[in-house]
């Protein structure tokens, strides 16, 4: 009888309600294309807690596919956000890696929480808020491990030691 109440609870019909409408919307047409990658979404998804999703209500954000490198979040146009989703980290969201693409969505989700492009903060602030929202929401070994990857950069290295410290202490 518990798990009854537990399943349909408000903040558990707000997040299903959230996910639906998410994937639902024609822009995210894609994701539910392929199985795989709608998982992955999903999954992205159900990290999110009740703040976040409220955030993400107030301020309707959109997956859209497009030619390019990863991924990149574009601050508020009209009245919504965009992530745009290149075909390299779909791939990476339907392979055995899957969790390293869920990562990079998490990391372009928090620039649009924290509303980067409006707050006008330096690029080595904004990267490692956003790398914590991703490591906040469970997906930062695999962040990290994304990023270890490109460690030819200076801000990539210091972004590298600042996950493996919250890593580390997380562990103790």
Not at 140 to 148: A, M
Request: with cysteine.
């Amino acid at each position: 009888m518990f798990e009854f109440f537990k399943k349909n609870s408000p903040a558990q019909n707000i997040k299903e309600d959230f996910k639906k409408t998410f994937l639902r919307d024609a822009n995210h047409q894609w994701v539910s294309e392929d199985r795989v990658t709608r998982r992955s979404i999903e999954t992205l998804l159900d990290s999110l807690n009740n703040k976040q999703i409220h955030f993400f209500i107030k301020h309707p954000t959109f997956m859209i596919p497009c030619q390019a490198h990863l991924s990149c979040a574009i601050g508020r146009t009209q009245n919504h956000h965009l992530i745009l989703v290149f075909p390299e980290l779909i791939q990476i969201l339907k392979s055995a890696s899957a969790f390293h693409g869920i990562a990079i969505l998490a990391h372009e989700l928090g620039h649009i929480y924290h509303q980067h492009t409006e707050n006008k903060i330096d690029t080595l602030t904004a990267q490692i808020q956003a790398d914590l929202f991703a490591f906040d929401l469970g997906f930062g070994e695999e962040l990290q491990e994304v990023l270890l990857d490109h460690v030819h950069s200076v801000d990539c290295r210091v972004r590298i030691a600042r996950l493996t410290s919250l890593l580390l202490t997380q562990k103790k």
